[in-house]
C-alpha cells in the first residue's frame, strides 16, 4: 500500500503540466485529482496561492461540458474562464470576494463553451486550506442549468 501511495504522489499526468505540485500539499493534490478526475460532473482544482490562480486540474466532464479539451482548461484563471464578458450577470466579484474571504460560494454563472454557446450555471467554488489553515486551493464545479427534460436526462446519467 505504501508503495502505491508513494507513485500516486508522483503521478502527475492528470495534472497541468506546467504546475509544480507544493511538497507539503502533494499527497493531498494527487489523492484529490485521482478521485475528481473519474467524477460525473465537471470538477476543477485551482491552486490561489498563486497569483493567477490557474486551474490545474480539470477532469473529462469538463472538458466535455465545455466543449475545451483539457490542455486548453489547464493554466486558465478560473474567473476569466467563468465570466468571459464582464457585465451584471458577471461572478467574478463572487468568487473573488468568497476566495478573498475564505468561504464557500455559491453563484450563477454564463460560461461561454469553445462553440461560442453561452450555457447559464450554478458555480460552486469550495475553498481548500492547508494545515496551517490558510486557503491554498479551491474547488469548483459549475452544474448547468437546465429545462426540466434535460435536467432529468442528466440526472439520469449521473445517478446510474
Keep these: 500500500l505504501g508503495e502505491m501511495l508513494d507513485e500516486m504522489c508522483t503521478d502527475n499526468s492528470l495534472l497541468w503540466s506546467e504546475y ?86 455559491y453563484a450563477r454563472a454564463t460560461i461561454s463553451r469553445s462553440d461560442g454557446r453561452r450555457i447559464s450555471n450554478l458555480l460552486v467554488v469550495q475553498p481548500v486550506r492547508d494545515w496551517t489553515g490558510v486557503v491554498r486551493f479551491c474547488i469548483a464545479m459549475p452544474f448547468e442549468i437546465l429545462a426540466n427534460v434535460k435536467r432529468e436526462r442528466w440526472m439520469s446519467r449521473v445517478t446510474g
Excluded: Y
Aim: glycine share 6%; aromatic share 4%.
Design 20 to 105: 509544480q505540485v507544493p511538497a507539503d500539499c502533494a499527497g493531498w493534490v494527487h489523492a484529490f485529482v485521482s478521485v475528481a478526475a473519474s467524477l460525473p460532473a465537471c470538477v476543477m482544482l485551482c491552486d490561489v496561492s498563486l497569483s493567477s490562480t490557474p486551474m490545474v486540474h480539470v477532469n473529462t466532464e469538463c472538458s466535455k461540458m465545455l466543449g475545451f479539451s483539457k490542455a486548453d482548461l489547464l493554466g486558465r484563471n478560473l474567473c476569466s474562464l467563468l465570466s468571459p464578458q464582464q457585465g451584471s450577470d458577471s461572478a467574478e466579484p463572487v468568487v473573488l470576494d468568497a476566495l478573498n474571504r475564505g468561504i464557500e460560494c
